[in-house]
């Protein structure tokens, strides 16, 4: 998920800092200490609280290098997106309208949000949150924060078929997760400042790429459009009322409106996932789910 403003703020103090002391991590190898020192010392200089940061890493394991591995082989074209509009899947995912109706009527009442649409998106990001991922968050994204790092890109690289490195190229592969690194380390600020609002971050589990809960939420998302809908003052993306505000909340502040042209809603959908297969596969969803001719 994408953000604005406030985000590149974030990422220019982040990556200043990174070009000032990375000679640290000549001095020895980043990954003897799990590479973590050096991220802490990042996020520090960031202005996160030392009690946060402290709260990131503690009882983590090493970073997640398989995780950055798997991204760099995954092919969008070859995600199939068909699977969601069976009629088995169809069914399951009308059962689930009924079951919360009241919860995903008062997300249309709060954000103006269509239901179908909302369980639309829970179906093919976690099959109506039954699948929200067992990789642990803060080790997946430090393994994509360390690629600024050559040793660390080299490890990767040595992981990948020859059939993918020969599609990458070194030189693209190496501008991919310079890029990614930088995404990474702002994403590894917001869940300090989860942590500095007293979340328990360090023990969350998600999607490969870091992301939390029935909505798939990566940190900033979370930090930034994470709603309480059942009430009970904590946002919790594995509680569905929380996960159907959220998600609501996210459509609506990008744009969001059930009346707006059908390019219109494509565009905000591509905010969640940039993937055009995607987004129309979620609107297929939703028509179907609603019976439209």
């Known amino acids: 998920m994408r953000r604005s403003t406030g985000k590149n703020g974030i990422l220019s103090t982040l990556w200043i800092w990174a070009m000032v002391v990375g000679w640290v991590g000549a001095l020895a190898p980043a990954w003897a200490t799990g590479g973590y020192d050096l991220l802490e010392n990042r996020l520090s200089a960031a202005g996160r609280s030392p009690h ?8 983590t394991g090493p970073p997640r290098l398989k995780n950055v591995a798997l991204y760099m082989r995954i092919r969008e074209s070859r995600l199939n997106y068909d699977r969601f509009l069976e009629p088995d899947s169809l069914e399951r995912a009308r059962r689930f309208l009924e079951t919360y109706a009241p919860s995903l009527e008062r997300v249309r ?38 690629m600024e790092q050559k040793d660390y890109r080299d490890r990767v690289w040595r992981m990948l078929s020859a059939q993918d490195r020969k599609r990458w190229g070194r030189k693209r592969f190496d501008d991919k997760l310079t890029a990614r690194a930088r995404w990474a380390l702002a994403e590894l600020d917001a869940l300090a400042r989860l942590a500095e609002r007293g979340q328990k971050v360090s023990d969350l589990q998600g999607s490969f790429m870091g992301a939390i809960g029935w909505a798939q939420f990566m940190p900033s998302s979370m930090l930034r459009y994470g709603a309480d809908g059942n009430g009970d003052g904590v946002v919790d993306l594995y509680a569905p ?8 909340h996210y459509l609506k502040s990008h744009g969001w409106k059930d009346s707006a042209p059908l390019p219109h809603r494509e565009k905000v959908l591509l905010r969640y996932n940039n993937s055009a297969p995607y987004a129309r596969t979620v609107l297929e969803i939703a028509r179907r789910l609603k019976r439209e001719p």
């Open 52 to 59: 946060a940061v402290r709260e990131l890493f503690s009882g």
């Open 109 to 146: 009442e709060v954000h103006q949000v269509d239901p179908s649409v909302v369980v639309a998106i829970l179906l093919v990001e976690t099959r109506l949150g039954t699948n929200t991922g067992n990789h642990p968050v803060v080790p997946s994204l430090a393994a994509f924060a360390l």
């Open 241 to 248: 009322e929380d996960a159907f505000m959220s998600i609501a």
